[in-house]
Structure formats: structure tokens, C-alpha cells
């Protein structure tokens, strides 16, 4: 059974800073493309970042120039690190692992920007 485990989420205040990480295993991790959607409530799944096994980044235009998507091959793990967080920010995270029309999902982690 494929597992995709998340951390890092939390609550953070506007403008801080949050790290979240998603380790697989090493076969997942070597053939999929790694990537973290977010659902806020009332709103439909988006794409935030992905990443492809070489490494070429691509994200979301609201997310551009804030958050960065990385991928650690000898951990087996993906990051996505968030800066100058906003309450726009505020979802459940989900990491993404796909190929050729097949996903795999983590549980979610919240994330909630507030003062």
C-alpha cells in the first residue's frame, strides 16, 4: 500500500513561516511526480507546487515568490516551505504523488495563518 506521510503543519502568524514535509517510499518517489494541493473550506482541491523527477519546479500563481517546492532524492522526501504566509493560506495541505493518471494522497495537514 503507497503512503504518502505529511508534518510540519501548525498555525502561524501573518507573514510567518511554516515547512511541510512528505516522505514516501523510494519507488513512489523515483517514478512520480511529488506535489501539495490545498482544500480551504467551502473551496474545491487546488494545486499549490509540484515537482518532477528532475527537479523542475511549477506553482500556483498565488503562491509564486513565497513558497518553494524542493525534493530530497536520499530521503525519500518532498518539502514545500512557506513564507510571507497569509490567511488565504489557511487549508488542509495534501501531498500528491502521480504518474500516467494515478494519484496517491496523504492524510492532510491544516495549515491556519491567523493573529
Known amino acids: 500500500q503507497v503512503q504518502l506521510v505529511e508534518s510540519g503543519g501548525g498555525l502561524v502568524q501573518p507573514g510567518g513561516s511554516l515547512r511541510l514535509s512528505c516522505a514516501t517510499s523510494?519507488?513512489?518517489?523515483?517514478?512520480?511526480?511529488m506535489g501539495w494541493y490545498r482544500q480551504a473550506p467551502g473551496k474545491q482541491r487546488e494545486l499549490v507546487a509540484a515537482?518532477?523527477?528532475?527537479?523542475?519546479?511549477n506553482y500556483a500563481d498565488s503562491v509564486k515568490g513565497r513558497f518553494t517546492i524542493s525534493r530530497d532524492d536520499a530521503k525519500n522526501t518532498v518539502y514545500l516551505q512557506m513564507n510571507g504566509l497569509e490567511p488565504e493560506d489557511t487549508a488542509v495541505y495534501y501531498c500528491?504523488?502521480?504518474?500516467?493518471?494515478?494519484?496517491?494522497w496523504g492524510q492532510g495537514t491544516q495549515v491556519t495563518v491567523s493573529s
Open positions: 515537482i518532477t523527477r528532475g527537479g523542475v519546479p
Open positions: 500528491n504523488a502521480a504518474v500516467s493518471g494515478v494519484d496517491y
Open positions: 523510494r519507488t513512489i518517489f523515483r517514478r512520480y511526480i
